[in-house]
């Protein structure tokens, strides 16, 4: 991962003017283009079309999407609003936004710092910490898993792609893959394909080649059988939005895979930043599903979109699904480990006095 040319989103100063530069997910993994915008405009249609996808990497975008607003003489709050509702699940969006457009409207009011030079400040911290927050949870994920499977190489099973390409870091669950990997303890990485978009097989198995994982993709629905051929040690996905009980959005296709690890017994992380927990939302049933349009379902996503369903077929395509916490065994953030998964290990770990090592026995615990 080190090694790619274009990271996945950077603020790049151009002679006609201070842009937002993305790497181009939708054509992953056979070509390696950026994708220049130059506009709010332009980065709103990436952020809704999966140019740029995944929750921290979204936030990052709203964050320079106001900052680029700013800088290009633009109308801040009709551009925040227009951020903010591109995708309505990933929290990581709004939250960017409205980071930035604080230290606009901070500048304005102050009379201080130029607004939009307040503005990008503000998205290139939240850029920063967003790469210390993936190192920590790298750390602790590691740790974790050390704990729950003490003996033999680890076979890790993943969802969606959560990797370098959806954050200023190396990520949040394959970041914690990868420092298994490093530590010479990873034996097998299993990639869900993630149909209906393959962020599985297009992006989380680019990943993992230019790190030298082992891994292998499979169709989502052959998850069934590694878990009854006792082929997997954990599994490790992201997160989208965690509401206030410990509820998981995430990815379509990570709630099977919660049932499927409770009923082998297998351990069923969530690997997010504490900017994806959304302690406004007070459980799952409040957190809006994101469905997208049809043609993503009845049409293969890659090489011009051949068909798969007859002409005119109708389809169901959520983008995500709720995994309920008590299907979660844990969920790792910078700041520490949750489990069990509820109320009381969210609200510590949302409360102004956590430390990053929290107390145990109250739903928080050491890594
Ligand atoms: O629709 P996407 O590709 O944006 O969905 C992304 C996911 O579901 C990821 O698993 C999630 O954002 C966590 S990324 C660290």
Excluded at 140 to 167: F, I, Q, Y
Excluded at 248 to 266: D, F, I, Q
């Amino acid at each position: 991962m080190a090694d790619r040319r274009v990271p996945a989103l950077r603020w790049e100063e151009r002679p006609e003017g201070p842009a937002v530069v993305l790497l181009d997910q939708r054509r992953l993994p056979g070509e390696e283009v950026e994708l220049v915008c130059a506009d709010v405009p332009a980065l709103v249609d990436a952020v809704r079309t999966l140019a740029v996808r995944g929750a921290p990497v979204l936030g990052l975008s709203g964050a320079y999407g106001v900052a680029l607003a700013a800088a290009r003489g633009a109308d801040v709050a009709d551009a925040a609003g227009q951020l903010a509702g591109a995708r309505p699940t990933a929290v990581n969006l709004a939250y960017g936004v409205r980071r930035a457009e604080a230290a606009y409207r901070a500048a304005v009011d102050g009379g201080g710092a130029v607004p939009a030079a307040a503005a990008l400040a503000e998205a290139e911290a939240l850029h920063a910490e967003d790469a210390e927050a993936s190192r920590r949870m790298a750390a602790h994920g590691h740790a974790l898993l050390e704990r729950l499977c003490p003996a033999g190489g680890l076979r890790l099973l993943t969802h969606c792609n959560t990797g370098s390409l959806v954050s200023g870091g190396e990520g949040t669950a394959l970041a914690v893959a990868v420092s298994v990997h490093r530590a010479g303890r990873l034996r097998r990485l299993w990639v869900d394909e993630t149909r209906p978009l393959l962020q599985g097989a297009r992006l989380t198995a680019y990943e993992a080649a230019r790190e030298g994982m082992a891994y292998r993709v499979l169709a989502d629905n052959a998850a069934g059988s590694l878990f009854a051929a006792g082929e997997v040690d954990a599994v490790l996905i992201g997160a989208d939005r965690i509401a206030a009980d410990g509820s998981v959005a995430n990815k379509v296709g990570s709630y099977p895979l919660a049932v499927l690890a409770r009923h082998h017994g297998v351990p069923f992380v969530v690997v997010a930043p504490v900017t994806t927990v959304d302690a406004a939302t007070e459980s799952g049933a409040g957190i809006v599903v994101e469905h997208r349009p049809g043609h993503e379902v009845t049409r293969f996503p890659v090489s011009g979109g051949a068909a798969v369903a007859p002409a005119g077929a109708g389809a169901y395509n959520p983008a995500f699904d709720v995994t309920p916490p008590e299907l979660v065994s844990a969920i790792v953030t910078e700041a520490g480990v949750v489990s069990p998964v509820g109320r009381e290990g969210i609200a510590e770990l949302c409360s102004p006095s956590r430390t990053g090592t929290s107390r145990t026995g109250n739903g928080m615990m050491n890594a």
